[in-house]
Every structure is written in C-alpha cells, then in structure tokens.
C-alpha cells in the first residue's frame, strides 16, 4: 500500500515509456529503487552525479543503468510526449519544471521552485519567456499554511551570519543540509566576509567538487584555501570498510583535526549534525554557537532534539537562521498568472483546498490515484 498504483510501473512488462525527475530531493526520487529497471530515467546530469554519491554516503540504491539528460529549454521526447525542461529557483541543485505536451495539450508542471534563491534571476526569466496556452498548471504549495510573507533571500542569510561570524568569540557550528548549495554559498561567502575558515565534512566536500564541474562552487580542490575538510569517525570508517576510502583520501591534503580546531575554535565555522557528536565531543569548545538552518519540522525527530539539548548544555547557543527553499503564496500566484493556465491541479501540498482562495484560475482538486481525462 505505499507504492503508488501505476500500471507496469515495477513489473517486466512495457508500458512506461520514461521516467521524469526534477531534482535530487528524496521524495521526488526516494521510490525509483522499486520501478522496473529498463524503463528510461531522464534528469539534469548534474541530478544523476548527486544520486551517484547518495548512493555511496546515505546508502540508498537507485542505481540508474541507462540514464538520459535533458538540457534547459531544449526540447526531447519520451514516447508521444514532447517535454521542454525550465531552470528552477531551488534549494536543490539542478531543480526544473516541465511543460509536456501531447495531442494539442500542454501540460506545465512547476516542479519545487521558488523566487528568492541565488537562481532568483533564473525565476525573473522564466517570468519573460513562459510558454503560454497552458491548460493544466500542476503547481506546488508548501508553503501555503505558512503564511510568510517577504522570505528572506539567501543574501539576507549571507548578512546575517557574516554579522554572527564577527562577533563571535567562540567556535561556530551550523546544521544544514549538505546538498544545499545555495546555503553552503551562504555559509563560505560568510566565513570569508567575517575571515573565518568554513569546515565541511568528507561527504559535503565530495557534494562540491562534484558539482563544481556544473557552476563556479567552493571546493578544496579548485584552490578555495579557506575551506577544510573534517574527517568523522563513523563517516570515515564506514567508506574505508567499503571500498570507498578514495572518497575521503582525495581531500587528505585539505584535511584539518579536531585538535587544530581546538588550539583556535573562533577561527572556524563548522558544518555539523548529530552523527558526529563523537568527533565534536573531542573538540575543546565548553560554548559557543549552533546555527540551526534547516526547516523548522526537523526539529520534532528526536536524534535532532537530543542533539540540540547536548549542545545547549555544553553552553552553546541556539541561532534559526533560514529562509525557505519553497515559494511563498505572492510568488505562487504570479508563476500562475504568468502562465495563465484554463485550470490549476493542487500537488506537492497538504493544502489543496486553500487553492480556491490563493489563485484566480478554476481549481481541481485531485485524490491520490484519481484519473483527470483532458
């Protein structure tokens, strides 16, 4: 009863002619490991390096045997259906909507998007060339319970932790998410406003010079001096007990110890989560900061809960300093109105029956495994 329905999804029949993902976030991808291996999966190739290295470090198994890459606003098809690929303004690395048409219809699914990511200009350009005659938007809204009105940008974040880095007098550590390029920017462009040293661990460190081979990012690799590479205990013996120790010995000249960090804690900000409690407990820091920059409904798990409570009894204090990856409700009903669709499908939500009151455009509201005929 968890995998979705779909007719010759995960047996050996034919039927499927191809598999769509939008970007590297789990719960746009975190079946695929289930669907019958020859059907074709198409993504940015910049998506299929990331779930290549997620496959190694979170131990996940989707393996793709024959992936296909599509490019932006460079149209391809799959079966009868024509897709045109548009950049995203995401917290995920090589984000994309899709508009798909077939038989005179043209469908346009927004994907994960928002506006005030350092792919804002991504989002003001899809503003000017959106494709029109749309008959279905399938558009998001995560966000819509919120209510948040002016989300921060990332470059408010980059402002607002450079202000914290400088009157820091004590070590920083900051929880986030490793496959948020827009944050670790944020972060490194901080450390260097504030000339502290931005330490990241194995994993993270392989995240960016994978990806630096797609966009200018900071890795130790390219030359990027003020910019480390944490070695943790589990992290470390876990690669090297399988096979993948040159995952960790490529950095070992960037390598940096716990002790260094201890001679000088306020020299660093530190990329941390609660796996690596070992290896912070050896690090001589009785107080300092934890920047918590992750949505906030992390905090209900418990490992998070319990890793936040050891820090704070450690003297540390406590900053939320965040901004959504999700659009708010303004920038949703300007992508609507821009593609001006003849109907709006709620998805990506636990709110679709707010969707009436937010846009101007009908709204159908859709079950799980219910068909819409167009």
Known sequence: GILPDVQNAYSEKP?????????????????????????PIWLGEATYKILDLNNIFLRQNN??????????????????????????DHSAFDS???????????????????????????????????????DYLLIEGTTIARKQKNPKTEED??????????????????YTASQNIDRLVSIYRSCLNSQKTFVVDIYTANVLETLSAFARLPSPLKGFSNLKVLFPY?????LFNRGYGKMANKFSKHKISKDEISENPSNYVVLVRPSMMIDLERINADNGNLI??????????????????????????????HTSGHAD??????????????????????????YKNIFSQKVIELNDNETLNI
Do not use: C
């Open 63 to 88: 393996k793709i045997l024959n992936p296909k890459y599509f490019e932006k606003e460079k149209p391809f098809a799959v079966g009868n259906f024509t897709i045109t690929a548009y950049w995203a």
């Open 234 to 238: 589990r992290l470390t013996t876990n």
């Open 329 to 354: 409700i303004d920038t949703l009903k300007e992508f609507a109105d821009t593609l001006a669709p003849k109907s709006i499908l709620p998805i990506h939500t636990f709110n679709k029956k707010d």
């Open 96 to 134: 994309y909507s899709f508009l798909i048409e077939a038989e005179n219809k043209r469908i346009f699914y927004s994907g994960d998007f928002r506006s005030h990511g350092r792919k804002a200009k991504a989002y003001k350009w899809f503003l000017h060339n959106a494709p029109q005659n749309i």
């Open 292 to 321: 918590y920059s992750m949505w906030e409904g992390y905090k209900e798990k418990t490992e998070t809960q319990q890793f936040i409570d050891w820090l704070k009894s450690k003297n540390f204090t406590i900053h939320d300093i």
């Open 157 to 174: 974040i980059t402002a607002e932790l450079t202000k914290l880095f400088k009157k820091s007098a004590s070590v920083n550590y900051i």
């Open 15 to 39: 039927g499927i002619d191809g598999v769509i993902i939008s970007h590297p976030h789990a719960d746009h991808y975190g079946l695929m490991q289930y669907l019958n291996k020859k059907i």
